[in-house]
């Protein structure tokens, strides 16, 4: 099953690192937090990615087609006037990673519209390219199977600016709302499966897919909500950069669930 990441925007409430690269290509542990997404439903065994550029989509574009090298042993001959490349042992992840150009000021709702053609005609998971979460994807497609709707996201209870649900007994959602700072009510975290009638929901470029569709969503009663108890963390400032940082430093990063050796990091946050 595809995974659609949007990882198009400006990032601009970190803009210490995003006025040089994407958000989602700013490194936790050494790797951009973007690969750390994506290593999360891999170890599901989902390995099939479509990225919704934008911003310096130029950038993601570039590491992607640098990354087998990156991560390979090369002999380089250049004996006897030769240019020649050995590839001995690589270490990559059996990915397909599609990388879009969805336009620099395009939307969220349009960035997904526009990678239309690249999903098909079918169920694909969707998230945001700036947030870790160490929910078990494939109880969450179960779940999203369960229902029959054509969306379900994944919320959680943080006291942070997110789109607030308001959910039923049996789970449906029955509101979606902005955020204010005092509210305790569970927020969208993003980590979502879209049956492919979603698009019928996007229109064009300047398309939010929080607010018209997800509320349109709402209102049909086909929006679904996947209660997450456990961790979740987004990634809008340094302060929230230098914590998962830490994490990954101490070995106690809930959404890891891989092998990987993670560099010693500085504490960002003195």
Same mark, same amino acid.
């Not at 870790?132 to 369960?146: A, G, P, Q, R, Y």
């Given at each position: 099953? @595809?995974?659609?990441?949007?990882? +198009?925007?400006?990032?601009?409430?970190?803009?210490?690192?995003?006025?040089?690269?994407?958000?989602?290509?700013?490194?936790?542990? =050494?790797?951009? &937090?973007?690969?750390? &997404?994506?290593?999360?439903?891999?170890?599901?065994?989902?390995?099939?990615?479509?990225?919704?550029?934008?911003? @310096?989509?130029?950038?993601?574009?570039?590491?992607?087609?640098?990354?087998?090298?990156?991560?390979?042993?090369?002999?380089?001959?250049?004996?006897?006037? @030769?240019?020649?490349?050995?590839?001995?042992?690589?270490?990559?992840?059996?990915?397909?990673?599609?990388?879009?150009? !969805?336009?620099?000021? !395009?939307? !969220? +709702?349009?960035?997904?519209?526009? &990678?239309?053609?690249?999903?098909?005609?079918?169920?694909?998971?969707?998230?945001?390219?700036?947030?870790?979460?160490?929910?078990?994807?494939?109880?969450?497609?179960?779940?999203?199977?369960?229902?029959?709707?054509?969306? !379900?996201?994944?919320?959680?209870?943080? *006291?942070?600016?997110? +789109?607030?649900?308001?959910?039923?007994?049996?789970?449906?959602?029955?509101?979606?709302?902005?955020?204010? *700072?005092?509210? =305790?009510?569970?927020?969208? *975290?993003?980590?979502?499966?879209?049956?492919?009638?979603?698009?019928?929901?996007?229109?064009?470029?300047?398309?939010?897919?929080?607010?018209?569709?997800?509320?349109?969503?709402?209102?049909?009663?086909?929006?679904?909500?996947?209660?997450?108890?456990?961790?979740?963390?987004?990634?809008?400032?340094?302060?929230?950069? *230098?914590?998962?940082?830490?994490?990954?430093?101490?070995?106690?990063?809930?959404?890891?669930?891989?092998?990987?050796?993670?560099?010693?990091?500085?504490?960002?946050? @003195?």
């Amino acid at each position: 099953m @595809k995974v659609v990441l949007l990882a +198009g925007g400006f990032g601009s409430r970190i803009s210490e690192e995003s006025v040089f690269k994407p958000k989602p290509m700013i490194e936790i542990g =050494g790797m951009p &937090i973007l690969w750390h &997404i994506m290593k999360e439903y891999a170890y599901y065994g989902h390995n099939e990615f479509i990225i919704c550029a934008g911003y @310096k989509q130029e950038y993601i574009k570039e590491w992607f087609a640098n990354y087998f090298l990156h991560n390979s042993d090369v002999s380089f001959d250049f004996r006897d006037g @030769k240019n020649e490349m050995t590839v001995h042992h690589s270490h990559l992840e059996p990915w397909k990673v599609t990388v879009v150009d !969805t336009g620099y000021n !395009t939307m !969220t +709702g349009g960035r997904i519209k526009r &990678i239309q053609e690249y999903v098909g005609n079918e169920p694909f998971f969707m998230t945001y390219g700036d947030g870790v979460c160490d929910v078990d994807i494939n109880k969450l497609l179960e779940f999203h199977e369960s229902h029959g709707k054509i969306a !379900t996201l994944t919320a959680v209870k943080l *006291a942070q600016d997110k +789109g607030v649900l308001e959910i039923s007994g049996n789970q449906a959602v029955k509101a979606f709302r902005e955020k204010n *700072a005092n509210d =305790g009510a569970p927020i969208n *975290a993003g980590y979502m499966v879209l049956q492919p009638e979603i698009f019928d929901y996007l229109t064009d470029d300047t398309c939010v897919f929080e607010q018209g569709p997800l509320r349109q969503l709402v209102e049909e009663g086909q929006l679904m909500s996947y209660i997450h108890t456990g961790f979740w963390q987004c990634m809008d400032n340094i302060r929230e950069k *230098a914590m998962l940082e830490k994490l990954l430093e101490n070995n106690k990063a809930p959404w890891k669930k891989w092998d990987r050796v993670i560099p010693n990091i500085p504490d960002y946050s @003195k």
